[in-house]
């Protein structure tokens, strides 16, 4: 009943920039919380960024200061924007979402499908 789906993957320079975003849809009373991780070969998933419905953010060591989360509650929507991008933050990004469904008091963690970002030379 709800889906994510992350748009914004790129082939992109060291250096470089790029803004990923992920909407919402289906049968959704409210979104908890909204946030990335990502997934490169090799290593373990990292949640990289997270913001609240009350507008509270945090991010993973590694990309504080270059990566800044934003959500637009209306649109159900939230972005990603990426400065300064190091060859590290190859990956498979990945939206999440923590959801209460119209029909339910309790809340449900969902995913998108994932987006590749690359970044060399």
């Known amino acids: 009943q709800v889906q994510l789906v992350e748009s914004g993957g790129a082939l992109v320079q060291p250096g470089g920039s790029l803004r990923l975003s992920c909407a919402a849809s289906?049968?959704?009373?409210?979104?908890?919380?909204m946030g990335w991780y990502r997934q490169a070969p090799g290593k373990q998933r990292e949640v990289v960024a997270g913001?609240?419905?009350?507008?509270?953010?945090n991010y993973a060591d590694s990309v504080t200061g270059r990566f800044t989360i934003s959500r637009d509650n209306a649109k159900k929507t939230v972005y990603l924007q990426m400065t300064s991008l190091k060859p590290e933050d190859t990956a498979v990004y990945y939206c999440?979402?923590?959801?209460?469904?119209?029909?339910?008091?309790?809340?449900?963690?969902?995913w998108g499908q994932g987006t590749q970002v690359t970044v060399s030379s």
């Open positions: 289906g049968s959704i009373f409210s979104i908890y919380v």
């Open positions: 999440f979402a923590n959801v209460r469904g119209g029909t339910a008091w309790y809340r449900v963690d969902y």
């Open positions: 913001a609240t419905s009350g507008g509270s953010t």
